[in-house]
């Protein structure tokens, strides 16, 4: 038999790693692992790293798409809105746009998810740089995009809770006690 503390698979002592913590100690050892230099990214900012990829695709993809829409001529457009507003008259519905105003809000809508696609694949790919600037720069990014959704879900777009879901787990993620350890910031 081993005496109590000593590994089975090292029975004279030589390996490195002492033996078995006392008994009644806490176990400090996962969130002091983290602090080491090449310890790797804790699971739930590795999380946060691939949905920040997918989210800032999505975003760049959107606005590509809007971009794209701002390459249908004028007349072309103004054809598609009559035939809207002959639809939407059908049905007693009124239909107010004109061609300018929707270019417009094409441009503002491929700027925003343009820059919020820019944005989150940068964070996404300095995510796994240990510094607080990263760790805050995430957080605070995503928190505005939640309270930007929120916003928009009390405005009465009931879709924006999903990705409200998405910014409000990544914001809880990244202050995990994990999380926090990886960046230094016990």
């Keep these: 038999m081993f ?12 390996r490195d790693g002492g033996g ?11 969130h002091l692992d983290a602090l080491r230099p090449d310890a790797p990214l804790p699971r739930k900012v590795a999380l ?8 800032g695709a999505c975003g760049l993809a959107m606005s590509a798409l809007f971009l794209m829409g701002l390459s249908v001529p004028s007349e072309t457009m103004a054809e598609a809105m009559r035939q809207q507003a002959d639809a939407a008259g059908e049905e007693n519905a009124e239909f107010f746009a004109d061609v300018d105003a929707v270019r417009a809000m094409m441009v503002a809508m491929a ?8 944005l989150s694949t940068l964070l996404a790919a300095r995510i796994s740089r240990r510094t607080v600037g990263v760790f805050w720069g995430v957080v605070l990014f995503q928190a505005a995009a939640g309270a930007l959704l929120l ?14 879901g998405f910014a409000a787990t990544m914001v809880a993620h ?6 926090r350890a990886h960046y230094g910031l016990l």
């Design 151 to 164: 916003w928009n879900l009390f405005a009465g777009d009931f879709f924006a809770i999903v990705p409200l």
């Design 20 to 30: 078995v913590p006392p008994r009644g100690m806490p176990d400090f050892g996962a």
């Design 3 to 14: 005496p109590s503390g000593q590994d089975p698979y090292d029975p004279d002592g030589a």
């Design 111 to 118: 700027a925003i998810t343009g820059v919020y696609g820019l």
């Design 174 to 179: 990244m202050f995990s006690r994990g999380a």
């Design 48 to 55: 946060v790293r691939v949905l920040m990829f997918v989210g």
